[in-house]
């Protein structure tokens, strides 16, 4: 996929949107205003940006309790994501689901997930979907390092494999799993190792550059695509705030992550590369400044004045009615 | 739900439904297959089922009439590959999971408990998750600890899921054409001990609808409730009754999630007494749910205190010495219902 002017914007415009829509979260939540278990994706906005900048509409992800920059970048209505964060009717999903079971099909978007690694195997299944129903549609699994050491990932990729699935297994290398760091519990230096074991080719990314982790996932879902089988990906990257929202970080080295915030943020790397490659201008940049902070305000207002669910919402959408068929 | 469908009443008026004599996984298998040639979005995965058919023979042939694109043989990786259908069936199939033991559901908690049942509720109307999950439950083969127990209770604390229990070949075909066609989660409990009995089965699209259960015999003085190969021993255990002179009504739940609690209530209030019987461990059991929702709703009618028959709360033991011990008897509903009439007689 070539790297027109629309889609550079768009990039910047995704990477900037999660940016700001969790920024203005933690605000949010700070404030007392917003109430849940939020996980935030800071610093990691190129995965999420360069990964689904190669999707379509008729391709899937599955993501993580760190969900809404893949959210974002698959499409899903950030308006409906805020009132969604606030519980209310107009909600992704009315509201029922909240920041970790935030979906939405139509765009492709399978779900954030509670469980870790709970949706690699989602992933899989709609991977299988495509194949069977021949729509030349990619599955993409996004997980985290921590997700490599469950047992769904280690089947997923060896069932997608076997099957040639046109799947896409993205690992978010942060270095920390929760609370613990990655290289005490993962013994390979690089989480790529590990698709040796199921006969899949392996990427490594730079998930702080968005040019690398679109060149990658690009010759990965393009392999997907054409019937070649899955791959797994791993991008180099870096939470830059806490496991959750009030996350006192005790536990990890203060220099660390102002290293990483200092020398590899996404965003400001984006906006160097593109100034000096002349694919925007500075003027481009801070139109998308103004109209994402604009956007997100508007998203906060319009969230905070609609209706909470009425509570006889409760007890719908246990089961689906089952349509009659055949 | 209300009514249970009679002794040998049928969806479709009998003398349009030309019958046959099937086994029970015949039963299944004639479900699967009418579903597979109708709807190309129903295909089956699990362990084994191609080529070796199945663990218990019901997906034998499928391989040569379907091709392997339908018919998944996936490796011994239960977790995934419940998620992997969850997954298909968010996206638009309709996939029938094999899992070879029932005791293997526990490496499906997971994706079934946090994920499949609770897409639709969480995800609102947008989502949809027809999927069956066919697997065998029962002891009564030896077949030792982790090859033998009945865990359907278990689910029954899951809102979201369906739970499904057929006793005859006619239900077997019925409910699984029904749990086809249904766009939930469906958990479909076969028993190893049921798949060679034989017994009329209509022919064509035959559904018996969930949540519905079936009076299977008629009686005014207790009422004994159970499901899955236990509806026949109960059966039997009526008869044995009736020969002592206590005449037992029998109701075989068939569905477990929805149960058919009118059923159940419209016969407690008939008789005055309830046997509940599983062949589950007695604690935290399905008959303790029934017991509740009868103490709940019924209590006034109750001439003697609710009576439970299941297997005792230990792990299934190999030997073939042991295991009826451990698991309900015929015997047992008997004396059970005996001692409910000790004043009396």
């Known amino acids: ?326 | 739900m209300t009514g249970a469908a009679v002794v040998g009443q049928r969806a479709t008026p009998a003398s349009m439904t030309p019958m046959r004599e099937l086994t029970y996984w015949q039963a299944l298998q004639e479900a699967l297959c009418d579903a597979m040639r109708r709807d190309p979005a129903v295909f089956v995965m699990g362990e084994d089922i191609g080529t070796y058919g199945g663990a218990f023979g019901v997906t034998r042939g499928l391989l040569e009439e379907f091709g392997p694109e339908r018919v998944r043989c996936t490796p011994i990786s239960e977790g995934t590959i419940v998620g992997a259908a969850t997954g298909a069936a968010l996206t638009g199939m309709r996939p029938v999971v094999e899992i070879m033991f029932m005791d293997f559901l526990t490496l499906t908690m997971d994706q079934l408990a946090n994920h499949a049942a609770k897409f639709r509720y969480m995800y609102g109307p947008q989502a949809r998750v027809p999927m069956v999950i066919r697997t065998p439950a029962g002891g009564g083969r030896c077949y030792g600890a982790t090859h033998s127990q009945s865990l359907e209770a278990w689910f029954l604390h899951v809102p979201g899921l369906k739970v499904v229990a057929p006793s005859t070949p006619a239900d077997a075909k019925g409910l699984l054409t029904a749990a086809l066609h249904d766009d939930n989660p469906v958990l479909f409990v076969e028993h190893k001990l049921l798949y060679a009995n034989s017994g009329d089965v209509p022919a064509g699209d035959h559904r018996v609808p969930l949540g519905c259960a079936a009076l299977r015999r008629e009686g005014s003085d207790v009422t004994l409730v159970s499901y899955s190969y236990y509806a026949g021993v109960a059966l039997a255990a009526a008869e044995e009754l009736a020969a002592a002179g206590i005449d037992a009504e029998v109701i075989d739940l068939r569905s477990l999630a929805p149960l058919d609690t009118a059923t159940i209530l419209a016969s407690v209030r008939k008789t005055g007494r309830l046997i509940c019987i599983e062949e589950g461990p007695r604690t935290g059991g399905v008959s303790a749910e029934i017991a509740a929702v009868v103490a709940e709703h019924a209590y006034e009618y109750l001439d003697a205190p609710v009576r439970r028959v299941g297997a005792i709360d230990t792990p299934i033991p190999f030997s073939p010495a042991l295991e009826p011990a451990a698991l309900p008897q015929r015997s047992d509903i008997v004396r059970t219902a005996r001692e409910m009439f000790a004043c009396r007689r």
């Open chain 1, 1 to 326: 996929m070539q790297l027109t002017y629309e889609r550079v914007l768009g990039a910047y415009r995704t990477m900037r949107m999660i940016r700001s829509f969790e920024e203005k979260l933690v605000e949010l939540v700070n404030l007392g205003k917003m109430s849940g278990f939020l996980h935030v994706y800071l610093g990691e906005e190129a995965v999420a940006a360069g990964v689904c900048a190669q999707l379509g509409e008729h391709d899937y992800v599955a993501s993580t309790h760190r969900g809404h920059g893949h959210a974002i970048a698959k499409g899903v209505d950030v308006r409906g994501m805020m009132a969604e964060l606030f519980g209310r009717r107009t909600g992704t999903c009315k509201g029922k689901g909240g920041s970790m079971h935030i979906a939405d099909i139509d765009k492709g978007m399978l779900g954030a997930n509670g469980i870790v690694g709970a949706g690699i195997p989602l992933a899989t299944g709609a991977a299988l979907t495509a194949k069977l129903k021949k729509t030349g549609g990619v599955a993409v699994a996004f997980f985290g390092d921590g997700a490599s050491n469950q047992g769904a990932f280690h089947e997923s990729l060896n069932l997608a494999s076997i099957w040639k699935l046109p799947a896409v297994y993205v690992v978010e290398n942060n270095g920390w799993g929760e609370f613990t760091p990655t290289d005490y519990v993962v013994p390979v230096k690089d989480i790529a190792e590990r698709a040796r074991s199921y006969a899949m080719p392996a990427l490594i990314a730079d998930g702080m550059d968005f040019f690398d982790v679109f060149a990658k996932a690009g010759e990965a879902i393009a392999r997907a695509r054409s019937g070649g089988g899955p791959t797994l990906l791993e991008c180099k990257t870096y939470r830059f705030a806490g496991h959750y929202v009030g996350d006192a970080l005790a536990y990890r080295p203060k220099d660390e992550a102002e290293k990483w915030m200092t020398e590899r943020d996404p965003l400001r790397g984006f906006a160097e590369r593109v100034l000096s490659d002349g694919l925007l201008n500075q003027d481009d940049l801070q139109r998308v400044d103004g109209e994402v902070s604009r956007h997100i305000e508007d998203a906060v207002k319009a969230a905070e004045a609609a209706p909470f669910p009425d509570a006889s919402e409760v007890t719908t959408d246990v089961y689906a009615d089952s349509h009659r068929r055949g």
